[in-house]
């Protein structure tokens, strides 16, 4: 894989109910891409996110997964996240290293209680964000009736970019609102075609609420808008992108990632209006305590270690973030919270359940390293030069507390060292010997 410089990079998380769709749309990302050459299906148990066994037993996920896709000199990098809120720990840390969210809605089912869930999320990282509707081609779909659902919940700022062509079984394009431009399905392609004359007015309607939702963000742009002027298809993407980046306006897409159809264009509006790792800063805190901001423009390495893994072939992986300096193979990093220098062997890049050999992880991006002896989940990796410590992901406390016991005299031990790598790969899941019962 090429290496991409920071402004060239995406995080996207995807967040939403179980059953929305994420793994599929992830699966059809990259197939769309050609980071795979067969589109994997859950049912089937084939996909590159759903890798555990158990994920492809219940056909659900179970661990966030990460997987690059290439599309059009970027790399965004994809966080499937679980939809169910037992495996919620992994969604939290996922939207701390990405830089953006995309809630995927099913087109059938509308908002969900896993949707209201996730939308909580994104606002507590305080992520740009847009809505994917999945499923449009599904029987029961209704476009117009999810959006109205998705505004009731969330607000007017999600706007839709774009229109579906029919809906359900009679599904068949979409139009493109910036673009102003139709695309309708073309075998396994699309191709481009006239707006349906009986669709021009909800497609005009639907134009100028979006201009409008995007003029927010620009003084400029919005004077223009409201002389009348005529604005030109960059000038509205730009503002759209702009909105997204600060909040003003939630872009709602369509498509269906089963028939892949829509997925490029989802891809394309990552590219052009989702930010990039050089638009965020984060704060952390040096030696002395002091509160310090963290760019990517920085020289001085700083990594978050997000999710700790134990892998069959390599052992003990360690997935982090580099929020800025650059991470090398066969370096050192110093452990801010252990006091202890780190030697790094060979890094990855994580693609499913595959690990990539690189020699560097640059500013912005997402890697891992294996066999780290005193670094666990939520560590800062950092230059000795200049010792920051990034906030820690703040994971949710447990509710539920059970006694275990072995069947077997002696098993204890076995059993704690199960439970004690449950617990440094989960950090919601938490172990302790109670003094009073000795359990």
């Known amino acids: 894989m090429k290496e991409y410089g920071t402004e060239f990079l995406r995080n996207v998380a995807l967040v939403g109910h179980g059953g929305a769709g994420k ?13 795979v050459n067969r589109l994997g299906r859950v049912d089937d148990g084939t996909t590159v996110m759903d890798f555990d066994p158990e994920e492809t037993r219940r056909q659900i996920t179970i661990n966030t997964a ?7 000199n970027h790399k965004i990098n994809i966080l499937d996240t679980p939809g169910y809120f037992d495996f919620v720990g992994d969604v939290v840390a996922a939207l ?19 949707t209201e869930k996730g939308w909580q999320y994104l606002e507590a990282a305080d992520l740009p964000r847009a809505v994917f509707m999945n499923k449009v081609d599904r029987e029961n779909a209704s476009f117009s009736r999810v959006v109205a659902e998705l505004r009731d919940h969330f607000g007017p700022k999600l706007v839709p970019v774009q229109l579906p062509i029919g809906e359900a079984e009679s599904f068949s394009g979409i139009v493109d609102l910036v673009k102003m431009k139709a695309f309708i399905k073309d075998g396994d392609s699309f191709k481009e075609a006239p707006i349906p004359a009986e669709m021009q007015g909800d497609v005009e309607a639907a134009r100028e609420e979006m201009i409008e939702a995007a003029s927010v963000a ?11 002027e005529t604005l030109t298809d960059k000038e509205i993407e730009q ?23 829509g997925v490029s264009f989802l891809m394309d509006h990552i590219n052009q209006s989702m930010p990039s790792p050089a638009d965020r800063t984060i704060t952390g805190t040096d030696a002395t ?12 390495l700083s990594a978050l270690v997000y999710k700790t893994m134990a892998d069959p072939y390599v052992g003990k992986l360690t997935l982090f973030r580099v929020f800025s300096g650059t991470m090398r193979s066969d370096g050192s990093a110093y452990n801010v919270r252990s006091g202890r220098d780190e030697r790094i062997g060979q890094l990855f890049l994580i693609k499913g359940k595959d690990q990539v050999g690189v020699s560097k992880i640059g500013p912005g991006d997402l890697g891992a390293v294996a066999k780290l002896q005193d670094t666990t989940t939520n560590d800062t990796l950092s230059s000795k030069e ?3 410590s990034i906030k820690p992901v703040d994971f949710p406390k447990p509710t539920m507390t059970m006694a275990i016991q072995p069947k077997t005299k002696g098993d204890e031990d076995k059993i704690g060292s199960g439970l004690s790598r449950l617990s ?16």
């Open 23 to 35: 793994t599929s749309l992830a699966e059809a990302m990259l197939f769309v891409a050609k980071g």
């Open 66 to 72: 990460l997987a690059p896709a290439e599309w059009k």
């Open 96 to 114: 701390t290293v990405a830089d953006s969210g995309l809630l995927v809605v099913c087109a059938s089912s509308g908002v969900e209680v896993g």
């Open 218 to 228: 620009d003084d400029e742009f919005m004077m223009k808008y409201l002389e009348g």
């Open 239 to 261: 503002a759209v992108g702009l909105g997204t980046k600060n909040g003003e306006m939630v872009p709602i897409l369509c498509g269906s990632a089963q028939s892949t159809f």
């Open 289 to 300: 305590g002091a509160e310090v901001t963290i760019s990517t423009g920085d020289d001085k």
């Open 386 to 388: 200049r010792k920051v």
């Open 424 to 439: 440094e790969e989960d950090p919601t899941f938490t172990v302790e010997k109670s003094i009073h019962t000795g359990q």
